[in-house]
Every structure is written in C-alpha cells, then in structure tokens.
C-alpha cells in the first residue's frame, strides 16, 4: 500500500514561494499509482485539484487559477511529488492534499473521488 506524507506547508508574504513535497512510501507494488496530484481545501468549500502530473507519460495538468505561477514535477529517484508555488496570493491560502491514483487525463485529473490514496495534508497560509 502506497502511502503519502507531505511536507513544505508555511506561511508567508503575498508575491512569495513555497515548495510542497508529497513523498510516497512505496511497498514492492509500486507499479499502480502513475498520477500525483495536489489539491486543496479551505473551510466551507469544496477539495480542488491544483495541479497532477501523470508520471508514466509526464503529462501536466494545472487549474486555471495557478497556471504559470505553479510547477508540478516528480522526483523518480526519491517517489517524491513537488509543487513549487510562486507569486503566492492570499487566495492560495488552504490545506494542500497530494494524491495518487493509477492514471489521469486532461479531463479527469480534477475527479478527486477517482483518488484512492491521500496524504494527511499541509497548511498554507499566504498574508497580504
């Protein structure tokens, strides 16, 4: 069973940067889980998909909202997910998940019910 812990959460300035990282534990099944991808939750609203990278393909997937300040990668050497935040705003404020499933697509990477594991979270909290 994969298991996933992220780590990078902070608080910082508005127009800053953050790195999360979402490493995976993985057991000698590693071969299931090929898309990683980061959401996020605030209080009251609905988990979003941020960005999702499917691995075996290297595809990337990004929301409207953080396109071009936001860059997910994956580590194969450390099974580790990045997502470097630049030019934060206080609308990026939310706990990030980091997820894993065994494929996406540009039309289903955001389908966060088709994730079957998750990390515990991390927060983020941007100040303006």
């Known amino acids: 069973q994969v298991q996933l812990a992220e780590s990078g959460g902070a608080s910082v300035q508005a127009g800053g940067s953050l790195d999360l990282s979402c490493a995976a534990s993985?057991?000698?099944?590693?071969?299931?889980?090929?898309?990683m991808a980061w959401f996020r939750q605030v209080p009251g609203k609905e988990r979003e998909g941020v960005a999702a990278?499917?691995?075996?393909?290297?595809?990337?997937y990004y929301a409207d909202s953080v396109k071009g300040r936001f860059t997910i990668s994956y580590d194969y050497a450390e099974n580790t997910v990045h997502l470097r935040m630049d030019s934060l705003q206080s609308e990026d404020t939310a706990m990030y998940y980091c997820?894993?499933?065994?494929?996406?697509?540009?039309?289903?990477?955001?389908?966060?019910?088709?994730?079957?594991?998750w990390g515990q979270g991390t927060q983020v909290t941007v100040s303006s």
């Open positions: 990278v499917y691995v075996r393909i290297d595809d990337k």
């Open positions: 997820a894993a499933r065994r494929a996406c697509s540009s039309d289903s990477w955001k389908m966060k019910d088709w994730y079957a594991i």
């Open positions: 993985r057991d000698r099944d590693t071969s299931e889980y090929h898309c």
